[in-house]
């Protein structure tokens, strides 16, 4: 079983950057896909972006475009940690940030919350205009 604990979360103003991060234990990351999901107060939680363990690659929300531009994800399996980078942050960012993990081995580039059987606790991200 994967423990997840999320941290970095803020206030901070609109077109700044942050980075939170994501850091597991019980398991390397390196065989579970990672999500980042958010949900912002009144709306129902959204995928945000994920990672891969098979070919180490990265993918994004695809509805929304400027989360694909301005937000990345990345990993660094020796410290069993995995990042959300975002730039020019907006008010519309303000959410709490999940972040999630899959099955072991699960193939696939999932985005759905029942696709993630691991959840941290969430930090919170405001962003001021």
């Known amino acids: 079983q994967v423990q997840l604990v999320e941290s970095g979360g803020g206030v901070v103003q609109a077109g700044d950057s942050l980075i939170i991060y994501c850091l597991a234990s019980?398991?390397?990351?390196?065989?579970?896909?990672m999500g980042w999901f958010r949900q912002a107060p009144g709306k129902e939680r959204e995928f945000v972006a994920g990672?891969?363990?098979?070919?180490?690659?990265?993918?994004?929300?695809g509805d929304t475009d400027s989360v694909k531009v301005r937000f990345t994800t990345s990993r660094d399996i020796t410290k069993n940690t995995v990042y959300l980078h975002m730039n020019s942050l907006k008010p519309a960012d303000t959410a709490v940030y999940y972040c999630?993990?899959?099955?072991?081995?699960?193939?696939?580039?999932?985005?759905?919350?029942?696709?993630?059987?691991?959840w941290g606790q969430g930090t919170q991200l405001t962003v001021s205009s």
């Open positions: 019980g398991h390397t990351i390196s065989t579970y896909t």
């Open positions: 990672h891969q363990w098979s070919g180490d690659s990265t993918y994004y929300a």
């Open positions: 999630a993990a899959t099955k072991q081995f699960r193939l696939g580039a999932p985005r759905r919350e029942e696709e993630f059987d691991y």
